[in-house]
């Protein structure tokens, strides 16, 4: 949940510092520790997720009133309302016609995502804001990893690793490479220097979310 709030990662620089702290390993283990059916192995990401829609928006303002498809869960709907845009339940596999007909004005992915879609198409205008990184915990499920032997385990874990350390060596150079291929092609790219105002907008999704685990964002926070 950490790892999806609204502007907890300052940078991929940020995040990968994060991936190799005490505090990475622990939150890997949580699971395990309280139940759940599956061990965490190593994280990865997809890079910053932005917005891109069918109008220009250029500040935050341009968001207010907008129909916007987010995943439906709380985090990304309150992210919204602080914005002051309403969130359309859309299916991702619905999600080209549906900004193409206008059921939503407008969404959001990571760059390689809006690219490999081709939802350039159907909403060339893209807004980055970077209002939160595309996380990826790698994970074992019991039902799987149990049958296995320590030998075996290890191995799994030394596979995982190993992806972890080729992901941080490949995401920025892959969205880099789609940020200007999207921009060969025609798209609108405004950039938000500033994120103060974005900040103060999500205070409300971010606190709500943080409540009495106010120490654990802040080591976060302070890792950048």
């Known amino acids: 949940m950490f790892l999806t709030l609204p502007y907890v990662f300052s940078s991929e620089e940020h995040y990968w510092k994060f991936t190799k702290s005490d505090l990475a390993k622990e939150m890997l283990a949580e699971a395990k520790e309280v139940g759940q059916p599956w061990t965490g192995l190593a994280y990865g990401e997809e890079g910053f997720r932005h917005f891109f829609s069918k109008v220009d928006i250029k500040t935050i303002d341009d968001l207010k009133g907008l129909k916007i498809r987010v995943s439906d869960d709380p985090i990304m709907t309150g992210l919204l309302q602080g914005l002051g845009a309403a969130f359309t339940p859309v299916s991702f596999t619905e999600l080209y016609s549906a900004l193409q007909t206008g059921v939503v004005d407008c969404a959001e992915q990571p760059i390689t995502n809006y690219l490999s879609n081709s939802f350039q198409e159907v909403a060339p205008y893209m807004l980055r804001d970077g209002h939160t990184l595309g996380t990826i915990e790698l994970i074992a499920t019991d039902s799987c990893f149990d049958k296995l032997s320590d030998d075996q385990k290890a191995l799994v ?39 103060t105002v974005w900040q103060e907008a999500t205070k409300a999704v971010l606190e709500a979310n943080i409540a009495g685990m106010e120490d654990i964002y802040e080591a976060i926070v302070a890792l950048q």
């Open 157 to 195: 874990q030394q596979a995982a690793d190993y992806a972890m350390a080729e992901c941080e060596k490949s995401v920025i150079a892959r969205q880099e490479a789609a940020y200007n291929k999207l921009v060969e092609m025609g798209c609108t790219v405004n950039e938000v220097e500033d994120k």
